[in-house]
């Protein structure tokens, strides 16, 4: 075990108090005495001010272990103790000592420490003086699981405010923070303080309440520490060690493989490497190889690399390496074709092959594996991994061999290989969870638990993230309030709610852990109910949802360009993936969300096609979705290649053919998106304003035609999802909706069809003012009485009437959605998504998982 605050250097052994030179009597000095096998450290401060912050390291003699501290913490690794002080004693004050509250610790043996060192000078105040204090710093303890940080101000000047970033070893987790608040996104933790100890005084230290928290493995330490962005033992930044031992185990007449060996990690771990061919960048890789394309015949170069750190610190260049490409006319003659291209392994974004190796003249440089027509990658064996693919999408590979003279065989025989499916085994389930939930409905991510649905889930989408109308960025926050008024073109205009975001405390009784809130966390509200939730049930994927009816306006505008879609999607991914949330009521900050989300679901309502009043329209649109969502699945898998995690991307996709035909183009989208979520709702509806349909009743979720429909052309569950296989889709990346809700009509006749595709006058009574015409299910069954279900068999769709004049409900129950996951099983769906899911207490869902088991 290690501290980070001081160096650990030994030096000589502590024999009295006794005859110290001058230059010493202004720090601590230590006296070691033994009682049997009990052993006091006294403290004392010979100088004449204060001195805050101190620790023992002291070595024993092999095989003694020291245990049982008193007035402190200790740590052994090895025969090398660190003992840190009880607040109590962490301050002694000049001409003052520990006593009567000394350290003290049980040996296993009646022993005299060998060495011992206090704040890195000798305990016996002989030799230099302890190396200067870094204004401020940050001292890790673990004891078994148990680890905590140690904030010191040693400074004049009171501090405020203060963020650690560190991190742990590959595999370890941190968790039950305590005096704090954290979040982990791969190896890095960000630990920020609870409001109590976020200002540190002049001297001081967040003792006793520094931050703790609990790490997977017993004993684990930092490989790096960050405190307010120094190290935080106060060193200086050092870069990583320059690469060594370049060396070219290939070169070709127009390339050159390089190799190292990796760089030592200076302040903060590498991260990549930079390859210059002379002076210019000639490729950026993560690995210790590179391959450098491009080059000139008989031509003589230069190459060197430099090691980055996680904040772009470059190291000292390698050695350089000369190498000269070969001549071309040294060798004509091609390799021999590969032979035996297979697959051997295949993930839902992977596809492993291999095949035999060519033969050559000259030899073989390497080989180019193909997607199509496209070079996926190019490696020196005979196996390959093509990464980046997508879910349940066929891909055909061939492989070609490259000589040193770069004559190229031709193309080995081709292999079909579909990538396994998103959800890899079962049925997708997928959850809307609306942001709103929590006000009227009073549904919490902890109902999502508390009724088993987070249990059966597969997915949970948090809907809804909206676009900055000026940045033309994601936007997270509240600038502006939207307008009562669906039909207000501006009513989405700025309009957000990090409160419900990751502002709001939840008391224990809205908590998924049972934990409440103190108001002062970094990350509350929704957001961390989540991350507990995810915790609770590891399963889960959780997906922010962009845009959707109110908040599709501007999609339109940051589809438009190159440059749109790449700031729009960096912007995303920052806040989103990254965790980058904004400052918020004492809440937000950098890395804040990390880990939340694992992927993006795009609800763009409708691309080239009307939606909300005042959505921005183009002829462009349908290629520049195609673009957009390209755009998105390139930037996460570039954030893959750096954490190692794959980030989903889905879209809720439209039920109507015009609607599909105006902005998706399917066969290209798909090569993208994991998972099209299929509207199989709202075929019909009155609208909360009466602006849609409120004249006749219809079936809002049908899974097929109805002959009896007056409404031409209509709409079915069946006769969208048939315009997706169509196109080619495979059915695997299909999930039809479910509606968790209802859509009623009032003054509706009974025509002998009980309320079916009858006249009606507008909109039902809903379950909140502002949403006529709608209500959840539990909440329908609940509050409108003597609305006797039915079924339509022929179309497969649940309804109920209060009589002749009365309302009129279409809806999702147990029976449609066993008839419809019957449905989506014999056409090889993906399975199922949810609309939402405040609407069911827990009976549609267990309806659903039945269905799908």
């Not at 989103?576 to 009521?585: E, F, H, R, S």
């Not at 902005?663 to 609208?687: C, M, R, T």
């Amino acid at each position: 075990m290690r501290r980070l605050v001081t160096p650990l250097i030994a030096v000589a052994v502590i024999i009295a108090l006794c005859g110290l030179p001058a230059q010493a009597a202004s720090r601590l000095v230590a006296t070691f005495t033994l009682s049997g096998t009990t052993g006091t450290f006294v403290v004392a401060n010979p100088g004449t001010t204060a001195v805050t912050g101190w620790s023992i390291v002291f070595d024993l003699p092999a095989g003694v272990t020291a245990s049982n501290p008193q007035n402190a913490t200790i740590r052994q690794s090895g025969t090398k103790v660190t003992l840190t002080p009880a607040f109590y004693i962490n301050t002694v004050q000049p001409g003052r000592n520990t006593e009567p509250y000394s350290p003290k610790v049980t040996l296993s043996a009646a022993v005299q420490p060998v060495s011992c060192l206090i704040n890195g000078a000798n305990c016996d105040g002989s030799g230099g003086d302890p190396p200067a204090k870094p204004p401020v710093s940050a001292t890790y303890d673990v004891n078994g699981t148990a680890a905590k940080f140690v904030v010191a101000n040693n400074g004049t000047t009171a501090l405020n405010g203060w963020t650690i970033v560190f991190d742990l070893p590959a595999g370890v987790t941190a968790s039950n923070v305590q005096n704090g608040s954290l979040s982990q996104s791969g190896r890095t933790v960000t630990l920020t303080p609870a409001h109590y100890n976020t200002t540190v005084n002049a001297g001081a230290t967040t003792e006793p309440y520094s931050p703790s928290f609990t790490v997977s493995t017993a004993g684990a330490e930092p490989t790096s520490c960050r405190i307010n962005d120094v190290n935080c033992d106060g060193a200086p930044d050092a870069p990583p060690s320059a690469p060594g031992n370049l060396r070219s185990p290939v070169r070709t007449t127009r390339t050159v493989s390089l190799a190292w060996d990796a760089s030592a990690p200076g302040s903060l771990p590498v991260t990549g490497y930079e390859v210059y061919n002379g002076t210019a960048l000639a490729a950026s890789v993560t690995g210790t190889s590179a391959l450098v394309s491009g080059l000139t015949p008989s031509t003589a170069y230069t190459f060197t690399v430099k090691a980055k750190d996680r904040k772009g610190t470059l190291s000292a260049a390698s050695a350089p390496l000369a190498v000269t490409t070969r001549n071309p006319a040294d060798d004509t003659q091609a390799p021999t074709v590969p032979g035996g291209l297979r697959s051997t392994a295949k993930t839902s974004s992977s596809v492993t092959l291999a095949w035999t190796a060519s033969t050559d003249n000259s030899g073989v440089a390497n080989y180019d594996v193909y997607v199509g027509s496209a070079v996926a990658t190019t490696v020196t064996g005979t196996t390959a991994t093509v990464s980046g693919l997508s879910p349940s999408t066929a891909y055909s590979f061939t492989v070609k061999a490259r000589d040193l003279y770069d004559n190229v065989s031709a193309a080995g025989a081709a292999v079909q290989v579909t990538t396994a499916d998103i959800v890899e085994t079962g049925y997708a389930r997928v959850g809307y969870f609306v942001q709103w939930g929590i006000y009227g409905r009073q549904y919490f991510v902890r109902n999502l638990d508390t009724t088993g649905a987070a249990a059966k889930l597969t997915h949970i989408n948090y809907a809804f993230a909206n676009i900055d109308p000026q940045n033309l960025t994601c936007l997270q926050g509240v600038t502006k309030g939207t307008t009562a008024n669906p039909q207000d073109p501006n009513q989405g205009d700025g309009a957000g709610d990090a409160e419900a975001d990751y502002g709001r405390p939840f008391s224990s009784a809205q908590s998924v852990d049972g934990v409440a809130d103190t108001g002062w966390e970094k990350l509350r509200g929704n957001f961390n109910q989540l991350k507990k939730l995810k915790a609770k049930h590891p399963h889960l994927k959780v997906l922010i949802s962009l845009g959707g009816w109110t908040y599709s306006k501007y999609f339109s505008d940051v589809a438009a360009t190159d440059a749109a879609r790449k700031k729009f999607v960096s912007s995303c991914i920052d806040i989103y993936i990254k965790g980058n949330l904004p400052a918020y009521n004492g809440a937000g900050g950098p890395g804040t969300g990390a880990g939340i989300f694992d992927g993006i679901d795009l609800d763009w309502e409708w691309p080239g096609a009307e939606g909300h009043a005042g959505n921005h329209v183009s002829p462009s649109d349908k290629a520049n979705n195609t673009l957009l969502i390209a755009e998105f699945r390139r930037q996460l898998d570039a954030l893959t290649a750096t954490t190692g995690q794959r980030y989903q991307l889905t879209a809720f996709t439209p039920a109507d053919p015009a609607k599909i035909a105006a902005g998706w183009d399917l066969p290209e989208v798909a090569k993208s998106l994991d998972i099209f979520n299929v509207q199989g709702y709202d075929f019909h509806g009155a609208g909360s304003d009466n602006s849609w349909e409120p004249n006749r009743t219809g079936h809002q979720g049908n899974l097929y035609l109805d002959t009896d429909s007056p409404y031409n052309p209509d709409f079915s569950v069946e006769k969208a999802i048939d315009v997706y296989l169509q196109a080619g889709v495979n059915p695997r990346k299909l999930t039809i909706g479910l509606a968790y809700y209802g859509r009623g009509w009032q003054q509706v006749a009974d025509g002998g069809k009980f309320g079916e595709w009858q006249s009606a006058n507008g909109a039902a009574p809903g379950q909140f003012q502002e949403e006529a015409g709608t209500r959840g299910y539990s909440n329908l069954l609940a509050m409108v009485p003597g609305c006797t279900v039915r079924h339509d068999e022929q179309a497969v769709a649940t309804y109920c009437h209060t009589g002749n004049g009365g309302q009129w409900w279409t809806f999702d129950d147990a029976w449609s959605i066993g008839k419809k996951t019957a449905w989506l099983r014999s056409k090889g769906l993906l399975g199922a998504m949810i609309w939402e899911m405040s609407g069911d207490t827990g009976t549609l869902t267990g309806a659903l998982d039945a269905g799908l088991k």
